[in-house]
């Protein structure tokens, strides 16, 4: 067991905690994971997975463990932080800083969601619903709005849009994702051409046709095409 170490600070000392906000494509509309307080403050309410950090935890470990905790989802999450909220009235209970991340979910993922720890529910909410339609505890629609602000301005140099869909995709359902992502329409013939022309796609030679070419994302080729100054959109 790890020693404590002594405290010798002579300010007071915030509290930290960490959010995680999973954004997933279902039904054609980009959702969120939210959970729905079970505890005050705020009780009844939704809002995103998180809590404290615990003295022995590094961030990252803190914020997979309250997502474990709270929804039951864990393993090989894409996840990388978001922003730091520190307004002095975020928390009702006092001063405390929150750390918060982002991750993007598959749809084949977002059915393992479960509800647990201090949440008495927790699934998948469209982002438009989301946001101002449902009373958010805490400043949870300000770290939505930021989440997705960042979301839609790495999708033209990352692959993160290639993480909400299935190993295998059509060339249709990669710019229905940008779509629904950046709220906008998108010409065909041109997101087509530039995706296929950067070469960052591998077709896949076996199985069914019946809904056109299927693709994986080749990570090699994309890092590859990122050091040449790649740009998606």
């Known amino acids: ?3 404590a170490k002594p405290h010798c600070y002579d300010y007071p ?3 930290l905690t960490v959010d995680v906000l999973l954004f ?4 054609e509309r980009l959702s969120v994971l939210l959970i729905q307080r079970k505890g005050e403050p705020f009780r009844d309410r939704w809002a995103i ?3 404290f950090v615990e003295m022995n935890e590094d961030l990252e470990a803190a914020a997979r463990r309250e997502l474990r905790e709270e929804t039951g989802l864990s393993g090989d999450l894409y996840i990388e932080q978001l922003y730091t909220f520190g307004d002095p009235d975020r928390d009702p209970r006092g001063r405390t800083i929150s750390v918060a991340y982002y991750g993007l979910v598959s749809a084949a993922d977002t059915a393992a969601v479960r509800s647990g720890d201090d949440a008495s529910d927790a699934r998948w909410v469209p982002l438009d619903q989301a946001l101002g339609n449902l009373p958010l505890a805490f400043d949870h629609e300000q770290v939505l709005q930021t989440g997705l602000a960042r979301l839609r301005g ?3 140099y990352t692959a993160v849009g290639f993480e909400l869909l299935p190993e295998t995709f059509t060339l249709s359902a990669l ?7 950046l709220g906008r329409p998108l010409d065909k013939r041109n997101f087509r051409r530039k995706i296929v022309g950067l070469h960052i796609l591998t077709e896949v030679t076996d199985g069914p046709r019946t809904r056109g070419r299927l693709y994986r994302f080749n990570e090699a080729q994309f890092a590859a095409a990122r050091r040449h100054g790649l740009k998606l959109l």
């Not at 710019?175 to 992502?181: A, L, N, P, T």
């Open 49 to 51: 997975p998180g809590g």
């Open 175 to 181: 710019q229905q994702v940008y779509e629904i992502i």
């Open 24 to 27: 997933a494509v279902l039904d």
């Open 1 to 3: 067991m790890a020693t």
């Open 13 to 15: 000392r915030p509290a």
């Open 154 to 156: 790495k999708l033209d």
